[in-house]
C-alpha cells in the first residue's frame, strides 16, 4: 500500500503539478507494406490528417497520421517482408473501430474512394457498423454509435 501524502493524497499521485492518473496514448504503432500507399489510404479515403513525416539520414521515415483534432495517432511502420498483416494487428479480428457522427456520409466518402466494404452497414443495439478493410487487409469497423437521448 501508498503512504499517505501531506493532504490526504496517496504519495506518487501528485508529484510537482504532474497527476499521472490522467493518461491518454498518444500514439498507436501500426503495420503497413507501403507507406505511401497507407498514406493515400488514411489521407484521402478516411480523412486523417498528416502529423509527422520526417526522413531521417538513414533515409528512414517516421511518419504520425490521425483523425482531424487531437487525440491518438498512428505511427506508421513498415513491416517486415512475410508479415501477414491482418493477424500482426489483431490476431484477423478488427484492429481498430473508427467512429463517425454522420455514418451514412462517411460510407459514401470512404466508398468514393474505393475503401472495400466486407459487409453493407447493419444496425445493432450499440449503433450502426460496417466492417471494412485497409489496403494490406487489416479489418476496421466504421461505427455510428446509438448516443442515448437526455
Do not use: C, K, S
Not at 503512504?3 to 497527476?19: K, V
Not at 490476431?91 to 463517425?100: K, P, S
Not at 460510407?107 to 474512394?113: S, T
Request: proline share 7%; glycine share 14%.
Amino acid at each position: 500500500m501508498v503512504g499517505a501524502a501531506a493532504g490526504g493524497e496517496q504519495a506518487g499521485l501528485r508529484t510537482g503539478g504532474y497527476d499521472p492518473r490522467v493518461l491518454t496514448i498518444r500514439l498507436a504503432t501500426y503495420l503497413v507494406r507501403d507507406l505511401d500507399e497507407a498514406m493515400r489510404f488514411f489521407l484521402d479515403a478516411l480523412g486523417f490528417e498528416l502529423r509527422e513525416d520526417v526522413t531521417h539520414e538513414d533515409g528512414g521515415r517516421w511518419v504520425v497520421i490521425g483523425p482531424p483534432g487531437f487525440g491518438t495517432g498512428l505511427h506508421l511502420v513498415v513491416a517486415a517482408p512475410g508479415t501477414d498483416l491482418p493477424t500482426a494487428q489483431a490476431g484477423g479480428d478488427v484492429a481498430f473501430i473508427l467512429g463517425t457522427d454522420d455514418f451514412a456520409g462517411r460510407h459514401r466518402i470512404m466508398d468514393a474512394h474505393g475503401v472495400r466494404f466486407l459487409e453493407e452497414p447493419r444496425h445493432e443495439p450499440y449503433g450502426t457498423v460496417a466492417v471494412f478493410a485497409d489496403p494490406a487487409g487489416v479489418r476496421w469497423d466504421l461505427l455510428e454509435p446509438i448516443t442515448p437521448n437526455t
